[in-house]
């Protein structure tokens, strides 16, 4: 365990609490996540961050890098459930419910803050705006996932996929990772694949529909929205009202 003065980002100097998306904290809010936390972890991309049903007595919020959620049959056919960014609680199943159904892999090198999941009922009895703001991540993360779910229900491959671009830029804007319709994509067309619900014969043809329809270009593992009206229509897509959000 680090000790928290030797901690590379202090939680009153977090730069993710210098972007406007982020709700600010009160002095004795602050001051407790700074007791909360234990640590910091690098994580290499492709490492395992949170396993499936490994019970770690740690939680973790994602400071710089991408990560995904993703879930497998005993086949090894997988789910990717969604795609996580800075400033998300990655491992709150695991504090409430003392299981993870789902395992967490970092897409690129990452860095996270680490809290003992053991502290988290202290949140709730102490800290009534700190335990709104896990009740609020915990309800996001159900809102995205019924976004998810209706494109692999009642959406079209080519629906699901212009969804997703959709969603994938708004939300690496909010944080710095997406300017002028442009975004890193550090993932493959077989995270794509596992995360539309189709083969990676068809996530290829779709992609190359687009890409000829110029709704969007992909190249040099970055992604550009050519043509955000369109996708918009084709994917019945409406941007998400700017919220605030918490960070712990």
């Given at each position: 365990m680090?000790?928290?003065?030797?901690?590379?980002?202090?939680?009153?100097a977090?730069p993710?609490?210098?972007?406007?998306v982020?709700?600010?904290?009160e002095?004795?809010?602050l001051?407790?996540?700074a007791k909360?936390?234990?640590?910091?972890?690098?994580v290499e991309a492709?490492?395992?961050?949170?396993l499936?049903?490994n019970?770690?007595?740690h939680?973790?919020?994602?400071?710089e890098g991408w990560?995904?959620?993703?879930?497998?049959?005993?086949?090894?056919?997988?789910?990717?459930?969604?795609?996580a960014?800075?400033?998300?609680l990655?491992?709150?199943?695991?504090?409430?419910?003392?299981?993870m159904?789902?395992?967490?892999?970092?897409?690129t090198d990452?860095t996270?803050c680490v809290?003992?999941?053991?502290?988290?009922?202290s949140?709730f009895k102490d800290?009534p705006g700190l335990?709104?703001?896990?009740t609020w991540m915990?309800s996001r993360?159900e809102?995205?996932?019924?976004g998810?779910?209706?494109?692999?229900?009642r959406r079209n491959a080519?629906?699901r996929?212009?969804?997703l671009?959709?969603?994938l830029?708004d939300?690496?804007?909010t944080?710095?990772y997406a300017?002028?319709?442009?975004?890193?994509a550090?993932?493959?067309?077989?995270?794509?694949?596992?995360a539309l619900?189709i083969t990676?014969?068809?996530?290829?043809?779709?992609i190359?529909?687009?890409q000829?329809?110029n709704y969007?270009?992909w190249k040099?593992?970055?992604?550009?929205?050519l043509?955000?009206?369109?996708?918009?229509?084709l994917a019945?897509?409406?941007?998400?009202?700017?919220?605030?959000r918490p960070?712990?």
């Amino acid at each position: 365990m680090t000790d928290s003065m030797n901690f590379k980002t202090k939680c009153h100097a977090c730069p993710l609490r210098q972007k406007d998306v982020f709700r600010q904290f009160e002095d004795r809010e602050l001051d407790f996540v700074a007791k909360f936390k234990t640590g910091e972890l690098q994580v290499e991309a492709g490492s395992t961050i949170i396993l499936e049903d490994n019970k770690t007595p740690h939680i973790y919020t994602l400071l710089e890098g991408w990560a995904f959620r993703h879930t497998s049959l005993a086949d090894g056919r997988r789910q990717v459930l969604n795609f996580a960014l800075p400033g998300d609680l990655l491992g709150l199943q695991l504090a409430v419910l003392n299981e993870m159904q789902h395992t967490v892999t970092a897409l690129t090198d990452t860095t996270l803050c680490v809290f003992q999941k053991d502290k988290v009922w202290s949140v709730f009895k102490d800290y009534p705006g700190l335990a709104f703001s896990m009740t609020w991540m915990a309800s996001r993360e159900e809102q995205l996932i019924d976004g998810h779910l209706l494109s692999l229900g009642r959406r079209n491959a080519q629906e699901r996929l212009a969804y997703l671009l959709l969603h994938l830029h708004d939300r690496a804007e909010t944080v710095g990772y997406a300017q002028n319709q442009s975004f890193d994509a550090p993932f493959t067309q077989a995270h794509l694949s596992d995360a539309l619900g189709i083969t990676p014969v068809h996530t290829n043809r779709t992609i190359r529909t687009l890409q000829s329809e110029n709704y969007f270009s992909w190249k040099q593992n970055r992604i550009r929205i050519l043509n955000r009206e369109g996708l918009e229509d084709l994917a019945a897509y409406e941007r998400d009202v700017k919220t605030l959000r918490p960070l712990i």
